[in-house]
């Protein structure tokens, strides 16, 4: 389509306003300055707005969002500024929402999308794919915390837990890596309170073989590639195999 449509629908301005920024530079097309308004460009071209990347109006939208502290994992809150509201400027008209959750004190990958399908599909409990966590505990790891979660966890509620993955984490005894493959309110500091251990820092630094890229920081999003959707459904149970990410 003509890039003046494609600017206008996807960054939801007027073509005459989406045609006079065009001509005045601030229109990208595969990152390259575009000042034509007639150039044909598809809507899977990776197209910026004064900086900011657009999605055309007719594909869903995949974000990767470094949640901050103190920010909540909703679409719309009469309290808290909510992961939505990080990218709301950027797509005022999208009705986007997290695919997962992540607890108020808690930071790290939260998927914003627009794809109800692909988060039904990503948290459906037969289809559930693997989320890690770095974990800072007040009490060192043990091997019978390592053992009671491969073995699946036994909530103080009676709730029996799926198998999770623990393994010494980089900073410490105290620190650990979790891999679960469900997703239960509280679960990972429920947990390990069966052992008498309180979780202080819980961070998701990956969801399925797709890696946070750190270098967002806290609050920062992007766009994923086509290809780094894929990795969120792929190896469902391949969890500790790092794997480079690419910002665009």
Request: proline letters at 4%.
């Given at each position: 389509?003509?890039?003046?449509?494609?600017?206008?629908?996807?960054?939801?301005?007027?073509?005459?306003?989406?045609?006079?920024?065009?001509?005045?530079?601030?229109?990208?097309?595969?990152?390259?300055?575009?000042?034509?308004?007639?150039?044909?460009?598809?809507?899977?071209?990776?197209?910026?707005?004064?900086?900011?990347?657009?999605?055309?109006?007719?594909?869903?939208?995949?974000?990767?969002?470094?949640?901050?502290?103190?920010?909540?994992?909703?679409?719309?809150?009469?309290?808290?500024?909510?992961?939505?509201?990080?990218?709301?400027?950027?797509?005022?008209?999208?009705?986007?929402?997290?695919?997962?959750?992540?607890?108020?004190?808690?930071?790290?990958?939260?998927?914003?999308?627009?794809?109800?399908?692909?988060?039904?599909?990503i948290l459906a409990p037969r289809r559930h794919v693997p989320k890690t966590y770095q974990v800072e505990l007040d009490?060192?790891?043990?091997?019978?915390?390592?053992?009671?979660?491969?073995?699946?966890?036994?909530?103080?509620?009676?709730?029996?837990?799926?198998?999770?993955?623990?393994?010494?984490?980089?900073?410490?005894?105290?620190?650990?890596?979790?891999?679960?493959?469900?997703?239960?309110?509280?679960?990972?500091?429920?947990?390990?309170?069966?052992?008498?251990?309180?979780?202080?820092?819980?961070?998701?630094?990956?969801?399925?073989?797709?890696?946070?890229?750190?270098?967002?920081?806290?609050?920062?999003?992007?766009?994923?590639?086509?290809?780094?959707?894929?990795?969120?459904?792929?190896?469902?149970?391949?969890?500790?195999?790092?794997?480079?990410?690419?910002?665009?």
């Amino acid at each position: 389509m003509r890039l003046d449509k494609f600017v206008a629908q996807a960054a939801q301005i007027t073509r005459s306003e989406a045609r006079k920024g065009i001509r005045a530079g601030a229109v990208t097309v595969e990152g390259t300055v575009c000042t034509r308004a007639e150039t044909d460009v598809a809507e899977t071209a990776a197209v910026t707005w004064e900086g900011r990347p657009l999605a055309y109006a007719g594909r869903y939208v995949y974000l990767m969002l470094d949640k901050p502290k103190g920010v909540v994992s909703a679409s719309e809150d009469g309290r808290d500024v909510t992961v939505v509201d990080l990218v709301r400027d950027a797509y005022p008209r999208r009705q986007l929402f997290p695919a997962g959750r992540l607890d108020k004190t808690s930071t790290g990958f939260v998927l914003l999308t627009d794809d109800g399908a692909f988060a039904h599909d990503i948290l459906a409990p037969r289809r559930h794919v693997p989320k890690t966590y770095q974990v800072e505990l007040d009490t060192p790891l043990t091997a019978e915390m390592v053992e009671g979660f491969a073995n699946g966890v036994t909530l103080a509620d009676g709730q029996t837990m799926l198998p999770a993955q623990v393994l010494p984490g980089e900073n410490g005894p105290c620190s650990a890596v979790v891999v679960l493959h469900q997703g239960v309110y509280h679960q990972i500091k429920r947990m390990f309170g069966v052992y008498g251990a309180g979780v202080r820092e819980l961070r998701r630094v990956a969801i399925g073989q797709l890696w946070l890229d750190e270098r967002l920081g806290p609050g920062g999003w992007r766009e994923l590639t086509a290809e780094e959707v894929e990795k969120i459904t792929a190896g469902r149970l391949q969890t500790f195999q790092k794997t480079n990410t690419t910002a665009r």
